[in-house]
């Protein structure tokens, strides 16, 4: 007699959901350094403003580089993965409702 197979998706589900998570906290302190860094910038008067402003600039460039990598994961990746889980949960299901296959 074959036991019953099952897929659990709740684990995946919550990664699901506290990647995003993490994305939006991601775009929450990259918004507030831009903040932070527009008003230094707007008030700064001196020597070491250009080269300042031109290294926090490289700066968001790579951060922004982070974020795109993060959303792939999670547009891409996430639901590619989920997509062949709910597959394979749809396939059980199949099986566990005739698990010997036809066979008597």
């Given at each position: ?88 949960d ?7 409702q ?7």
């Open positions: 007699m074959s036991e019953f197979v099952s897929a659990d998706i709740e684990k995946f589900v919550e990664f699901e959901t506290q990647a995003q998570e993490a994305i939006e906290e991601f775009q929450s302190i990259k918004d507030t350094f831009d903040d932070i860094n527009s008003t230094l910038l707007s008030k700064w008067q001196g020597a070491g403003k250009d080269a300042y402003e031109q290294e926090s600039s490289h700066i968001m460039e790579n951060v922004t580089g982070i974020e795109t990598i993060l959303n792939t994961i999670c547009d891409s990746v996430i639901k590619d993965v989920k997509d062949a889980y709910l597959q394979l749809e396939e059980l299901g199949a099986f566990n005739n698990p010997s296959g036809g066979e008597q």
